[in-house]
């Protein structure tokens, strides 16, 4: 798993498939196992090495809480309110955001960015939380300069 912002995103934001700023796109966060292969090159959500809890986790993640979209210096940025994922005994090395809004008729699972948490993070019938960094254009998840 390696930090990346999707190459397909990239695409698909200039064909304008994605919508930070209003409620109408849906942002998702699933977390994975070290050995999940993600990247740069990931397209789409996959349930292959995703975790699994007994409790408090499900297939897909949970969905993410959108900042709204701000121009700043002329850094272009949006971001999620931290996840937090209670009552879960689980092991996670990274996540993906991933936009599941409905496109064409049929539900997206469209990969955004990839999230690696640097070695396995653990919640042992706990709460596991994704805290995302500062909104601001020099910290943002997502920045477009």
Known sequence: ??????????????????????????YKLAMYTSSATLGKSTTNYAT???VSSPSGYSAGGKALVNQGVKVSSSVAITDFADLSFVGVTLTARGALIYNTTTDGGSNTTDAVAVLDFGGDKTATSGTFTVQFPAFTTS????RLA
């Open 48 to 50: 292959a090495n995703e």
């Open 1 to 26: 798993t390696t930090n990346a912002i999707c190459d397909s995103f990239k695409k698909e934001l200039l064909q304008g498939k994605h919508d930070f700023d209003t409620s109408s796109d849906t």
């Open 139 to 142: 910290a943002a998840i997502l």
